[in-house]
Structure formats: structure tokens, C-alpha cells
């Protein structure tokens, strides 16, 4: 089974950077589709960006756009998401997922229920 682990949250000034990663264990994920989430309390889980099996094709949510990067090291199994910019409506806890299938070369679902393995969460936070 794969497991998940995120890493690289805290407590951040506005206008400040951080980097999540997730780092996978278990069986190879490298012909699936990766992904961040993010949930702030008393919200819904939203998508934040996504990356197809091979890096070679991103979504990223329109309130990140331009500021976050997604990015993927299939040789560390890891998955990185670079936040810059950061504002304070940013804050919330941060989940990496691993899509549920291959569902083609530039699949990068941005649907929570596309998704089948998720880690424990990263809690970010912005102040301002």
C-alpha cells in the first residue's frame, strides 16, 4: 500500500515562501497522477494543484496560480509544492494525494474523489 508523509509547513509572514514536500513509500505510484489539497477549518477539502505521471503537465487552482509550483522527483519518490507569495487566506492544512488511476499521458484530476491515497496533512500557516 502506498503511504504519504507531507513535511515543510508553519508559520509564515505574509509575502513569505515555503516548501511542502511528500515523500511516498510502499508500491511505485510513478505512472499516476499526484496532487495538493487543502483544507481550512470549518471548509471543504479544495484542490490546489496537480501533476501528471511524468511532470510533464500541471492544473493549478485559479486562487494559486502564479505563485504555487507543483513539481515531482520520481528518483525520491517525492512530491514537492513550492508556495511563494504566500497570503493569509493561504493557511490551511495541506494534503498530497495519489490519483485513484491512469487515465491517460497528461491526466491531472483536480476532483477530490480522483484521488485514491492521501497523507496526514501539513498545517500552513499565514499571518499577517
Known amino acids: 500500500q502506498v503511504q504519504l508523509v507531507e513535511s515543510g509547513g508553519g508559520l509564515v509572514q505574509a509575502g513569505g515562501s515555503l516548501r511542502l514536500s511528500c515523500a511516498a513509500s510502499g508500491r511505485t505510484f510513478s505512472s499516476l497522477a499526484m496532487g495538493w489539497f487543502r483544507q481550512a477549518p470549518g471548509k471543504e477539502r479544495d484542490f490546489v494543484a496537480a501533476i501528471n505521471w511524468n511532470g510533464g503537465a500541471t492544473n493549478y487552482a485559479d486562487a494559486v496560480k502564479g505563485r504555487f509550483t507543483i513539481s515531482r522527483d520520481h528518483a525520491k519518490n517525492t512530491l514537492y509544492l513550492q508556495m511563494n507569495s504566500l497570503k493569509p487566506e493561504d493557511t490551511a492544512v495541506y494534503y498530497c494525494?495519489?490519483?485513484?488511476?491512469?487515465?491517460?499521458?497528461?491526466?491531472?484530476?483536480?476532483?477530490?474523489?480522483?484521488?485514491?491515497?492521501w497523507g496526514q496533512g501539513t498545517q500552513v500557516t499565514v499571518s499577517s
Open positions: 494525494a495519489v490519483s485513484t488511476r491512469y487515465n491517460g499521458p497528461d491526466y491531472a484530476p483536480r476532483r477530490v474523489d480522483e484521488y485514491a491515497y
